[in-house]
Structures are given as structure tokens and as C-alpha cells.
């Protein structure tokens, strides 16, 4: 496997579980969703570099979403692409900054 796509499961692992803490629960959703889009970003942005890292990530993250927005009728269509966006940046900052420190042990 590519580093980079375990690294991006690891920020998506962490993200995960950040949002079951920040949601107020454990749910599958809450841990796979995340998960899964950290591989997606891992895998997709070491070509970038600086801000085009974050909203590559940003953008990826939206586009992820408008698929639960879709599964969920696009009642809230908008917040799940926010959501997505915030994620996406979420997981770069962790891929970024805290990632690199855990996998180095």
C-alpha cells in the first residue's frame, strides 16, 4: 500500500473520531465516512503543496459529501457539502501536522 493512502486513513481514523466526540456519540457513520475520505485525500494530494493542499482537500471533502447528500433526498444538500469541505480541510491539517509525528514512532 502507498504511504500516503495510510497515512490519509490514519487523519481519517482520527477525524472520525474526533466528530463521534464532537457529535455526541459513537456511530459506524461518523467513523467511516471520515475514514474513507481520508484514503480518498491521502491518495489524491501529495501533488500538492501549501494552500492548494488545503482546498484540494476542501473541495475533494465537498465533493465526497454531495454523495450523502444525495442519499439523504438533498434535503440538506448545503450542509452536507459544508460539512464535507470543513472534513476535507480537517483531515489535510491532520495529514499535515499530526499524522507525520504518530507514524514516525
Known sequence: MDKNLIAGLVAGVLAGLLSCLIFGGFSLIYLLVPTALG?????????FDGA??????ALIGAAFYVLLAYQNGWTTWIDDIVTGAIF???????LDR????ILNR
Open 88 to 94: 476535507g480541510a480537517l483531515i489535510a491539517l491532520l
Open 98 to 101: 499530526v499524522v507525520p509525528r
Open 52 to 57: 492548494m493542499y488545503y482546498g484540494a482537500s
Open 39 to 47: 484514503g480518498v485525500i491521502g491518495f489524491l494530494t501529495p501533488k
